[in-house]
Each structure stands twice: as C-alpha cells, then as structure tokens.
C-alpha cells in the first residue's frame, strides 16, 4: 500500500470540512492537521514518488475564472500526482460570454460528474456562493483580495520547514496589503499558529485598523527590518488598483524594495518569501531573490505538497 | 353610500395627536366621524386590540413598470404595498425609460388605477433622461402630477443642475430628492467601508461619500431657499449635518430605511447579496445615530427603498448583482420589532414617520384621519408574532435578508378610499 509506504493513513476523523473556502475560519488544529500531511507529501515528492494513487476515480476540475499559470498548474499536479483526473476550465473558452451566470456554469460542470472544483475568480464570497450551490466540493483558489487559503499554507509550511515552527515568530507582510488575497491567509492563519504579524507598506494601502485586528502596522521597512524573522514581499496588485496609491513605482520601490542594503539590517536568518510572480526591482531585487535567504522556488515546490494535503482531505475518504 | 364602523381601536393619528380608543366612522371615500357608533346600517369591523393608524405610507418605492416587468410591475408592487400596510406609495423614476415626461407621469398613473390596488403617487425625474445634464419639463411634470423630483438611483451630480433644480421647484414649492454619493469615492464599491470590508477584501463604500453630498446638497438648498429631502441617510456624518442644518431652519427633510436601523455590514460575512445595497448597511455607530435621529426629529421618514431584482440577477457574485432590497411586506414588522418594542420610538412618533410626515413633504392631502380626509386606513395588530416567508411576498421578488425572521405587528386590515382592499 502506498499510504504504508509514506506513512499516511486513512483521512482523519478530526478533519470535517467539505470544502476549504479560507484561513479565517480553521482552527489551529485543522492548520496543523493540513500542514503535517503536507509536509508528507513533500516528503514523498522529494523521495521520487510521482504518483501517490489516493483519489483515483476522482475528478477535479479547475474553473478558473482569472488569469492564473502558477497555481493553476500547482492544482492540476498536485491532483494528477494523487491519480485524479483534472480538467481546466477558462472563463475565456465558456459560455460565460454567452450570458450564462457563474452558479449555472459551475453546476453544469458539477453534472458532469466532478468531485472537486477549484476556483478562482475576481470577486471575494465566490466560492463561498459555489459552495452553497453544489453538492461536490469546492477549494478557493483565490477569491480576489479576499484570500488564497492554499498560498497562505505554504507559505506557513516553508516557514515552519525552514525556521521549525511558527509560533513565537514576527512575520512581515509586505506591500499591497489593501488588494492581497495572500496578505489575509497568511495573516488568519499565522494568527491563530501563533505569530505575531505586521502588515507594512504605503499609507494607501495599509490601514492602521488592522491593528483592531492584533496585527502591528507600520508604514517604514527600515523600522521593522531587524526585528522580523520572516518578510513576505508581496506583488503589487497593479491590475486591482482603480487609482494609483503611490506616486510611482521609482518612489514605491526607494521605500519598500527589498534590496541588499536593507538586507543587511535583518536578523542573519532572515527568511524571504515571495508569493509569486514577482516584479523584480520594484518588491525585491534580483540578487535577494535569487540569494540564500529567499524560499521563493521551495514555496513552489510546497505548493504542490499543500495542495495535495488540501484535496486528500477533502475527496480522500472511500 | 357605503359607511364603515371600525370599532373599539386604538385610534393613533399623530397629524392630530390623538391616542385614543374610540370608533371611527367611514361614509363613501371619506372619514366621517370620530367616535360614532353603530346605526346597525354599517360593516363594522371590530378592532379591539389593534390600532388604527391614517394608511401607511411609503415615499420611496421602485416599482420597476415600464422596463423591468422581470423585477416587479405596478400590479404587483401595490400589492405588495397593500400587503404591508401601505395605502399610499410614491414611486422612484429609475425605470426604462426613466418617467421624464407628462406622458410617462400618466402611463404610471393608469396602470396603477388599473392595478387598483393602493394609491400610487409619481416622483418624477429632475433632468431630462436621468442623465444630470439638463432639466426636465418640471412645470409639465408637475401638471401631470408628479409630487416630487429626483434622479435617484443616482445621485444629482453637477452642482449648477442641482442648484437650478432647487431654484425651479421653488415655483412649484416641491422638493428634490437626492441620492447623496460621490461617485468618486465608491467606484468598485460593494459594501460599507470599515473593518469588515477591510477583512473580507470588497471593495469599499466610504461614509464620507454620502456626508459630503449631504453637505454639498444642504447648502445649495440654504442658498436658494429650495426644499431638499435626503433619501435614505445612512451615516452619523450625514445625520450630523442635516441636524446642524435643520437649527439654521433650511428646508430640508430626510429618510431612512428600515435595514439602515436593524442590519449592519457584519451581515455581509455571509457574501450574500441580499446584504448588498446602496448606500451599504453601515457599522453600529452609524445605526445608532440613525435611530438616535429618528427618535429626535432630524429624520423624519421611514421609507423603504423597496428595491425589486429577480432572482437570476441576485444569485450572482457579489460585484455583479445589483444593489438593493424589497422593504414592502416587511417594513411594519421590523418598525414594530426593532424600534418600538425596544423602546427607540413611540407608536405615535413612529407612525408619524410613516403617514403625516411623509404626506407633507410630498405635498399630498394624506396620512390623516381628520374628518373629511380621505378615507385611508391602517389595521395594526400590534402583537402578533409572525415569521418573514418570501415565498408568500405579493411582490414580484424576493430579495430580501429578513426571510426567517420572526416579527411582531402586521396589518390586518388596509382600508383605500373607503374600501377594504386587504385583510389578513
């Protein structure tokens, strides 16, 4: 059996969800419980197994109703290294542009047999409102700056492999804040993990009432630089923004580049990550992305593991 | 000629300010005779227990006809109205197309006395085609019977217009309504702007859009000495200004819904879209100046921005489906429930909200019980509990977010030019 073999085991009673729709709502348990058979799948993966057959028969279904390579790719592996079948589906190639509305899309997919549907779409409370209208179950891929559950996971995964927990750490969220799905999961799920979290960036795009939240905010890198032990560097979200918040990208990136200089005010083991794609010279100059500290290519990798963890728990049992 | 005896009632009438148990006596179309009794030649309608109230009415209704037949039309919508206690409507002009000219006026007039269901008066657009450029024929407008003058749905943008709208109904001494928003601050807009949009990710509606408006819209009704009435005020900010304006005895007036008074933007947690409307449910502290201002007079009116969509276009994402509610059918109920029962209004101030105030400021011999008037009236039961079922709404639509809720006090008669047209 395969599951022997890396040590898996059947899907465990504690996990009750049908669907993974946020961070906001799990508990530290369930983040533990998706964390730890990530972290066995990435250890499979790294072990050379390609094929872990645990949903076999199942499909799965990508409705991605925004431009996505990176995890759109991550999910339709991650499903094909669990023996599912995957299909994609763009907005770009439906009857969406025939008139038809989304929960009509989705169920016409769902009647065709589907077991997972993952989704992404512009608008926040989209998968929430395909969850309520299908009987199969649904993974929010990204629901506009509302979150991106399966990003915050591996991010807090490639934080606990490389640092060995999460608890007690001072995790920096950088940039647009205002439009970052990834910004939200990260910063439920680090919460309830117990991190202590900042939100950093310009005055337009961080605001202060996240502090009403237990989130630290400050509008100056320089000032957290050496207390954090891990910086997120988030995209700025040019194609969300409806008036520029910042007077140029020049200005944005004197203030919030991550660079070599600023590196050397950090902690020695400061971790970078980058949730991807990145533009490089405006968050993050090339040199520190492609330098020691950067996890930018294993968050990639953990992605994979995490969204493999994600579907095994939610389409694993018999 | 028919006659009417509605005995043993508590008879509220604020445009008198009477509170009193006593017999009410109907001949023909009009009100007759305060405490009358029975000759043994009358219907009589016993209402021991209830309160008899002047018709409900209700200054801020879309009703959809012509153009959107799918949402709700004039049938059905005074229907709805009659459902709800309301003897009297007033009708926003947002249809397609928009009712800008006499011809209009009188097409939404005959339907209604076709529906024959309650009375339906006609707001009419204040610029030509709702596009806020240039005036519409408000003399004809008027002649034809329109009572008001409004571009709702948005806002009167340019300030010259509205400052010419003011100045033009100055001869005909009608108000202007307005959507107070600044349109540059609620682009992408979904829901009221503060902690939980900030959690949930949607965009934005900032208070601010609908305080400075009000300002804007406060001073150029003090500068020409034009009525101006705000429609649905659902900030402190606003409420603050129109108080400070009401000392300074500029003619202004105002409305609130009632899901401005009960909901708040915690509901949109749910992503449901019968929480989306326009302006948004707002945070507490915004509820509770409202009500605070109900209570105090600086608002005068209970509307219900009774705002039809079929379903199709409401099950959409949440940036898609349109904004706003139906309030008809459930509008006494939540009066009752969420400002009486607790204590936030009286019976008389809270139905004054609802029949003389509204009367006056539309300028129409209504909401009165005073011998002669017009016979429209109101059967309260005051008590009875029961539970918000869409399914059973007259209206045409069902978006609302008080399905499930349970309420106290229904109508249960409504009484129209002397005849009774609904009885539950």
Known sequence: MITDLIDLGPVPDAWKRRHLLGLEDLSAEELTLILDKATIFRKAIDEGHRKIPLLTGKTCVNLFFENSTRTRTSFSLAARRLGADTVDFSAGT????????????????????????????????????????????????????????????????????RLGRVAGLTVAMVGDIAHSRTARSNIWGLKKLGAHVIVCGPSTLVSPRWQELGVEFSYSLDA??????????????????????????????????????????????????????????????????????????????????????????????? | MSRILIQNGRVIDPSQQIDRVMNLLIEGDKIAAHGAHSTGQEMVIDAGGKIVSPGLIDMHVHLREPGREEDETIRTGTAAALAGGFTSIACIPNTEPPIDTQAAVEFVRDQANRADNCNVFVIACVSKNREGKELAEIAQLYAAGAVAFTDDGAPVYDAELMRRAFEYCLMFDKPVLNHAEILELTKQGVMHEGLVSLQLGLGGIPAAAEDVMVSRDIALAEATGGRLHIMHVSTAGSVEALRRAKKRNVRVTAEVTPHHLTLTDECLRSFDSNYKMNPPLRSQDHIQACISALADGTLDVIATDHAPHAQEKKMQELDLAPFGIIGLETCLGLVVTKLIEPG???????????????????????GTLDVGADADVTIIDPDVRWTVDPAKFHSKSTNTPFGGWVLRGQATTVIVGGRVKFTR
């Open chain 1, 94 to 161: 439906s009857s969406l542009s025939k008139g038809e509305t989304v929960i009509d899309t989705a169920k016409n997919i769902e009647a065709m047999g589907v077991d997972l549907v993952v989704v992404r779409h512009r608008t926040p409370g989209t998968p929430h409102l395909l969850s309520q209208n299908l009987d199969c179950s649904v993974v929010n891929a990204g629901d506009g700056p509302h979150e991106h559950p399966t990003q915050g996971l591996l991010d807090i995964l490639t934080i606990r492999q």
């Open chain 1, 224 to 318: 957290i630089l050496p207390r954090v032990d891990v910086l997120n560097l988030l995209r700025i979200q040019f194609e969300r923004q409806f008036t520029r918040p910042f007077p140029s990208v020049r200005e944005y990136a004197t203030l919030y580049a991550m660079d070599r200089q600023r590196l050397a005010k950090t902690k020695d083991d400061i971790l970078i990550l980058a949730p991807g794609p990145i533009n490089r010279g405006v968050e993050v100059t090339p040199d520190v992305a492609d330098g020691a500290h950067s996890a930018i290519l294993e968050q990639v990798t953990n992605g994979v593991a995490v969204r493999m963890a994600v579907l095994w728990l939610l389409a694993g049992r018999p």
């Open chain 2, 344 to 366: 936030h209004l009286d019976w008389p101030t809270a139905l004054a909200k609802m029949t003389i105030n509204p009367a006056k400021i539309l300028g129409i011999s209504k």
